[in-house]
């Protein structure tokens, strides 16, 4: 009789997520890790943005392994870069405003990464970057989609959501849907079979 494989941890309260693992077969419980990402960030002066979303999903997963040894324990974590600026989650519908009229007409690279930890071990971490081109977007159109959106894109790096309206916002978009999503979710699926979490 084989082992039973070991739990799984999401690090995470993103709904977005939790519905990728849901729709995906995946039994895992949610437990949100509460870090300092700005603090970790500014360790990370002269990383790529591939390898900060990396070490945020890595810092997130650590931080809920350190008291659950028994389980692997996934973190995950999604940064924007456009214009060659890096972008947070906006902290007021106006910021957001400002966010949108940036994006405008630009190029958005999401980088979406994932990490699985076990007690202090990282035994494995992937990132992926997707490409969304920003349509240009008229101010009646912004303030009409915040409208709707607002304050649930708050929650969110890009400010949108690609499940809802947030689809609006683009001509055309390269990569991954799931990494648009927020997690790089056929890597990570591959990762949970390696580790037992899933059936081979």
Known sequence: ????????????????????LDAAGVSYRALPADVDER????????????????????????AIASEHPEALVLGSDSLVVAG?????????????????????????????????VRG???EWSHADVARLHVRELSDSFIE??????????????GVFRIEAAGVQLFDRIEGDQFTVLGMPLLPLLG???????LTA
């Not at 009789?1 to 990728?20: E, F, Q, V, W, Y």
């Not at 947070?88 to 405003?97: E, G, Y």
């Not at 990762?191 to 979490?197: I, M, S």
Request: glycine letters at 4%; one cysteine or more; aromatic letters at 6%.
């Open 84 to 116: 060659g600026k890096r972008f947070d989650k906006p902290h007021s519908r106006q910021n957001a405003a400002e966010h949108l009229h940036f994006f405008s007409g630009k190029v958005m690279e999401l980088h979406s990464a994932a990490a699985l």
């Open 144 to 157: 009409h989609y915040l409208d709707l959106e607002w304050p649930a894109v708050s929650f969110t790096v």
């Open 1 to 20: 009789m084989s082992d039973a494989p070991p739990p799984l941890i999401l690090a995470s309260k993103s709904t977005s997520r939790k519905a990728m």
């Open 39 to 62: 603090a970790i960030e500014a360790g990370l002066a002269d990383a790529t943005p591939p390898e900060i979303a990396e070490a945020l999903s890595v810092a997130k997963a650590a």
């Open 120 to 122: 202090d071990t990282c």
């Open 191 to 197: 990762a949970l079979r390696e580790h037992g979490v």
